[in-house]
C-alpha cells in the first residue's frame, strides 16, 4: 500500500550545533519550517539529543506496560479535558488503540495518571514518560518560535501564547492485522489533527503524508526522526496561511507498531494573528475556542462537516 516516494518532505536537523537562534542555521531553518507547512504542512525533524535513544526506547516500553494493562484500567477516567483519553476498537479502524497523558511536562501530572493505572503507583513509568516529554517539549518549543520569526511576529505575542499552550502525549498501539482471515492494514484513514501542532514518533514505520502534488510520502521510523505538523489551531492562528497536514497510517509490519505523540493545545480563546490579516489575505476565522473545538470535533454534527470542520466550526 501507499508509494514509492521518499524525502519529498523537508528535513531539518534541529539538533545541530549551528541550530541557535539567530544564526545562519536558524534563520534558514525558518523558512524552511514556514514553507513546509505552507506547502505539506509539516516536515520531518531529525532531533538526535544525547540519551535520546535512551529515553525513547524507556518510553515505548511504559507504553508497552500500559497498553498491556486490563480493559477495565485502561479505561478509568484520568482527566477532565476534553482529549479521548482512551480509545480502541472502533469498527472501522479495529487495528488501532490509543492513551493519552495530560500534561506530561509536570511530574505531579504524571503521578497522578499512573496512580489511577496502578493503584500501587509506577514510579519509572512517571520518570520514563516526563522525561522524554520534557525533550519533545523542547523540540515543539523552537518550532514555534521559528514559526512566529518566520512571519515577523513579536516576540512578546509569542510569549503571550506560550503561556497558553498544554501538552498532551499519546501513545499509539496498532494490532498487527490477521492477514490470514483477509484484514486490511489501514490503521488510521487520512485525516488532518485538531492540534495546534503534533509531532510523531514511530517506533515502526507506516506513517504516509499527503504531498503538496496529491502523492503520498513515507515516513521512516527512527528514535531521532520526528514528523512535526500543522494542525487546525495553528491553521486559524495564521488566518489560514498554512495546511493542516493530512496523513494516514498502514500497519506493513507482521509485529504489532507501537507510535507517539506530542500534541499542543491552547487554553484560551484565539483569534488569527492581526499581522496576518491584510488586503491579499482578508480574515478567515472567528475568534476559537480550542477546547470548545476538541469537544465539537466528535459530534454528528462535525463528522457531517468533514473535511471542513474547521471553517465549520469558526470560518468567516
Ligand atoms: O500513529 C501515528 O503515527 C499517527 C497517529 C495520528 O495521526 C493521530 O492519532 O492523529
Ligand atoms: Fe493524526
Known sequence: MGCE?????????MSSEEMKAGSEAWISGCKTVRKAFEDEGGFVALY???????????????MKQLFELPLESKQ?????????????????????????????????????????????????????VNSYAKQLVELDNMVKRMLFESFGVEKNKYEELMESMEYVVRGYKYRAPEREKGEGNLGLPPHSDP??????????????VRLKNGEWAHVSASHNLFFVMCGHAMKVWSNDRLRA??????????????????????????????????EEHPLRFKPFDHYGYLRYFHTPEA???????IYAYCGI
Open 5 to 13: 516516494t521518499k524525502w519529498e518532505l523537508a528535513v531539518i536537523d
Open 48 to 62: 538526535d539529543k544525547p540519551g535520546g535513544e535512551q529515553l525513547g526506547d524507556s518510553f515505548y516500553s511504559s
Open 76 to 128: 478509568r477516567e484520568t482527566t477532565d479535558k476534553p482529549i479521548i483519553p482512551y480509545a480502541r476498537g472502533h469498527p472501522d479502524i479495529p487495528l488501532y488503540e490509543t492513551l493519552a497523558i495530560y500534561n506530561p511536562i509536570s511530574k505531579q501530572h504524571c503521578e497522578h495518571y499512573a496512580n489511577v493505572m496502578w493503584p500501587q503507583g509506577n514510579p519509572t513509568f512517571c520518570e520514563n
Open 195 to 208: 492540534s495546534f501542532i503534533t509531532i510523531l514518533n514511530q517506533k515502526i514505520d507506516g506513517l504516509e
Open 245 to 278: 497536514c493530512h496523513h494516514r497510517v498502514f500497519v506493513n509490519s507482521k509485529v504489532d507498531r507501537y507510535s507517539m505523540g506530542l500534541m499542543t493545545y491552547i487554553n484560551k480563546v484565539i483569534e488569527p494573528e492581526e499581522t496576518l490579516v491584510d
Open 303 to 309: 463528522i457531517a462537516k468533514l473535511p471542513r470542520r
